[in-house]
Structure formats: structure tokens, C-alpha cells
């Protein structure tokens, strides 16, 4: 009997952890549209650009900026934030984007970003892809909350990429791009995985840093990128001046320059 009665708690237990049938599932995130585009088509404002960059945070590698000016009439059916997206999706709308869609493409080196720093570079390669474009556009929209200076009117939007249809293609084009630049220098630079990461700080890239040091790939002022230069390459490491250190300062006073002490002072 004390059998039976354990088997049905443990029967009890099970059941009523099965989550429930009609329990709600989790909305899925909203698809970019093309309404904020096509406001200002009803304003007789055209063309309209949306622009994206790709490769900010990475400790090697160039940043990558786009710009694209979507055809109202053929609008590419998938089109999302790029990091929504599998690399084989990527790849596919790259090619539908490009193939319907005016579409320019900037790149900062690594040379820029190590000279102006990574914000600035960003930015640079991002008015660059918009003075790029075969047709100048007369409104401007740009994912995250720094405008351009453009000719004419841009418009940051936060997490653009996931709210506007046209910076959402542009973070495709982006991104493919680098990505491909990237398995580039993979070939160039073997052993740091550039292929598999794409320069971001991964453990293996972190480990392979470690053991075969910076390439001239790599953003020098990154902490990790740094480090490892020190550890590899000391001589090429500017000593830096402990700004509380104490020094001792000589006073000379000239002998015929005499002190009254008595003088009121």
C-alpha cells in the first residue's frame, strides 16, 4: 500500500510540472517594416537611405559600413536585423538586396581605427557609404543614436536595424561583407580562426592572441590586442610616465641675491 501511494506522488509531481498546453508562447521580436520609408515617399521625399556598420567590437579587422536605397516596388521578402539571421540567410539576401537595391559599401582600416578610434572610424566609413551611392538620397536614416553629417537630413534611430526595413538591409549587406573580408584575412593570418570568429574576443582568439601574439590585422588599442603586443613585441611598447611619481626638483639660487630675513613679508 505505502508503495502504491509513493508511486502516485511521484505520478502527481510529474504531471504537474508538464508545462501547459494552452500556457501563451513567447512573442516573437517585430520584423523591421518600411513604414517610416514610405511616410516620407507621402511627402514627396525620395530617395530614402538607411545605413549600417558591422564590426565594431572585434579585436581585428576593418569596420564596415552600408548603405542601401530600397526599390518600393521590389523589396526583397525576409529582410531583418542581420543578427536575427543565419549566415545562409545572409548570404541569400545579400544577393536579392544588391540585385534590386541601390547599395554602396564603405571600409575604415584598421590603421583608421587604431589613428581616429573605433567611434570615429565608424562614422567616417558610414558617410562615406552614404556620399557613395549612386543617387544621392534626400533623407537619411542611421542605426544607433550619432547622426551624420550628411547634405541631407539623417535621422539616428536606436536598434534601427530592427525597426527599419532599409537599415535592416544595410546591416545584411554589412555584415556579409566583412564576413567575407574576414575568411580574406584568414587566409593571410592562419592560426587565429579569423574564418570562425571573425575577429571578435572569443576564448580562441583570446588564446590564440596569447600564444601567437598581434598581426598587423589586430586594433592596437584593445586591451587584449595590447597585452599581447607587450608580451610578444616589448620593444615596440612606448614606456608611459607614472604621472604621481616624485621627482626632485634643484633649486639654485644665485649667491649674490642676499635675503633679509628681517624684511616684513
Known amino acids: 500500500m505505502r508503495g502504491r501511494r509513493c508511486l502516485r506522488t511521484i505520478l502527481a509531481m510529474i504531471r504537474d510540472n508538464k508545462p ?3 500556457a501563451p508562447k513567447k512573442a516573437a521580436p517585430a520584423k523591421p517594416s518600411f513604414r517610416r520609408e514610405r511616410a516620407l515617399i507621402k511627402r514627396g521625399i525620395w530617395p530614402v537611405a538607411g545605413c549600417d556598420e558591422a564590426g565594431r567590437g572585434p579585436l581585428a579587422g576593418p569596420v564596415v559600413a552600408a548603405a542601401v536605397i530600397l526599390d518600393p516596388d521590389r523589396i526583397p521578402r525576409g529582410i531583418d536585423d542581420s543578427k536575427r539571421l543565419t549566415a545562409e540567410e545572409r548570404e541569400r539576401l545579400f544577393d536579392r538586396i544588391c540585385a534590386t537595391a541601390q547599395v554602396s559599401v564603405a571600409v575604415a582600416s584598421r590603421a583608421r581605427i587604431d589613428r581616429d578610434n573605433i567611434l570615429r572610424a565608424s562614422l567616417w566609413a558610414l558617410k562615406r557609404a552614404v556620399v557613395a551611392l549612386p543617387e544621392a538620397p534626400r533623407h537619411v536614416f542611421v542605426d544607433g543614436r550619432d547622426r551624420l553629417d550628411t547634405a541631407c537630413d539623417c535621422e539616428a534611430v536606436i536598434g534601427g536595424d530592427g525597426i527599419v ?4 538591409a544595410a546591416s545584411i549587406v554589412a555584415k556579409v561583407t566583412r564576413d567575407r573580408l574576414m575568411c580574406a584575412l584568414a587566409q593571410d593570418c592562419p592560426g587565429y580562426g579569423f574564418e570562425q570568429h571573425k575577429g571578435y574576443g572569443v576564448p580562441e582568439h583570446l588564446d590564440a592572441l ?8 589586430h586594433r592596437s588599442f584593445f586591451a587584449p590586442v595590447a597585452a599581447a603586443r607587450a608580451k610578444h613585441m616589448p620593444w615596440t611598447v612606448e614606456p608611459v610616465q607614472d604621472l ?3 621627482t626632485e626638483v634643484e633649486v639654485q639660487v644665485e649667491a649674490a641675491v642676499e635675503i633679509d630675513a628681517s624684511a616684513g613679508l
Open 244 to 246: 604621481f611619481e616624485v
Open 210 to 217: 596569447k600564444r601567437l601574439g598581434p598581426t598587423i590585422h
Open 165 to 168: 526595413l532599409s537599415i535592416a
Open 20 to 22: 501547459a498546453k494552452d
